[in-house]
Nanobody, 124 residues
Framework: QVQLVESGGGTVHSGDSLKLSCVASGRAFSDYAMAWFRQAPGKERGFVAI????????DYTDSVKGRFTISRDDEKNEVYLQMDSLKPEDTAAYYC?????????????????WGQGTQVTVSS
């Protein structure tokens, strides 16, 4: 069992930055690929970024490439999402997720564990 707790959300203006954190407890954090998803009101939860076990590879949804950076610290059992140049369309609840085996990392069903989410609101 893995428990995930996100933090770092808030209300900012367009162009500002935020850094989200997700701390994991339970089974070996380093065994899991970690991802961030987001969900805006009335929309489905969508993929934002993923980092593989060991941090050797990352990928992002097109709309955040060049603005968001995912990273992990396996000694601290944490994964981060640095969000720069935020836009109003980035407004959503952000969730971290963990998976030991990922076949389609855009698919929410591939992830075994989820956090409770942290709200990010970007005003224009």
């Amino acid at each position: 069992q893995v428990q995930l707790v996100e933090s770092g959300g808030g209300t900012v203006h367009s162009g500002d930055s935020l850094k989200l954190s997700c701390v994991a407890s339970g089974r070996a954090f380093s065994d899991y690929a970690m991802a961030w998803f987001r969900q805006a009101p009335g929309k489905e939860r969508g993929f934002v970024a993923i980092i593989t076990r060991g941090g050797s590879a990352t990928d992002y949804t097109d709309s955040v490439k060049g603005r968001f950076t995912i990273s992990r610290d396996d000694e601290k059992n944490e994964v981060y999402l640095q969000m720069d140049s935020l836009k109003p369309e980035d407004t959503a609840a952000y969730y971290c997720a963990a998976a030991r085996i990922v076949r389609n990392y855009h698919y929410t069903g591939d992830y075994e564990y989820w956090g409770q989410g942290t709200q990010v609101t970007v005003s224009s």
